[in-house]
């Protein structure tokens, strides 16, 4: 099945900074997501982005999907972006006679500090 | 929509007992998830359903456990009997299956399971 890697597994940061999280997947795929776990263990969608560059206030993502890897960018962090971020996606289904399971990364541990 | 509504929220139980976990998706998805959330192995799907059919099962992990979904509204996560080994956050999510791939999954807020 598909592999989902995420880089980098964990990652301090001062409050202002910016930061930009990475994910590859080992095949072609048709839906990519980034969700954000609070600490409170919520998952909270961020960016549904199979393709493409997309923005919502301080954050932004990126999908290139013909060279397999997303980007999500974090500017001017805040502590209440601390948590942990991850994508997950499916894949394009041939193989996988069509199940298209949403597969996820094993995350990015973020903490913003003050 | 109020979302992806799971009970309980939380649930402790004894060692050898049954524990059923309840979801109901967003109106209108067709797809349904199940998840498994440990520190040790991360987010495990569990089984998938589409329109009401379980698709792909591979990632139940033995016989104590079953997952149903009668109606499109309603799907249960039963263990049978339950160890502590099971103790973990269990989430339920659906989808819309579009045609050949399924859009964006929203998430239910968990239900947190201990096995004592």
């Known amino acids: 099945g598909i592999q989902v890697e995420q880089s980098p597994p964990d990652l301090i940061l001062q409050e202002g900074a910016n930061s930009t999280l990475r994910c590859n997947f080992s095949?072609?795929?048709?839906?990519l997501q980034w969700f954000h776990q609070n600490p409170w263990g919520q998952l909270i969608n961020l960016f549904y982005i199979p393709s493409g560059t997309k923005q919502n206030g301080r954050l932004s993502a990126t999908t290139v999907a013909t060279e397999r890897y997303s980007l999500l960018y974090i500017s001017s962090s805040q502590t209440t972006d601390s948590g942990v971020y991850f994508c997950?996606?499916?894949?394009?289904?041939?193989?996988?006679?069509?199940?298209?399971?949403?597969?996820f990364g094993a995350g990015t541990r973020l903490a913003v500090h003050p | 929509d109020a979302g992806v509504i799971q009970s309980p929220r939380h649930e402790v139980t004894e060692m050898g007992q049954e524990v059923t976990l309840r979801c109901k998706p967003i109106?209108?998805?067709?797809?349904l998830f199940w998840y498994r959330q440990t520190m040790m192995r991360g987010l495990e799907l569990l089984i998938y359903f589409n329109n009401n059919v379980p698709i792909d099962d591979s990632g139940m992990p033995e016989d104590r456990f079953s997952a149903k979904m009668p109606n499109a509204s309603f799907s249960t996560l039963k263990i049978q009997p339950s160890e502590p080994r099971d103790s973990a956050v269990y989430f339920c999510?659906?989808?819309?299956?579009?045609?050949?791939?399924?859009?964006?999954?929203?998430f239910g807020q968990g239900t947190r399971l201990t096995v004592v």
């Open positions: 999510a659906s989808s819309l299956k579009d045609g050949i791939r399924n859009t964006e999954a929203f």
């Open positions: 095949d072609s795929v048709n839906n």
């Open positions: 109106s209108g998805h067709n797809s």
């Open positions: 997950a996606t499916q894949d394009s289904g041939w193989f996988s006679g069509g199940y298209n399971k949403l597969i």
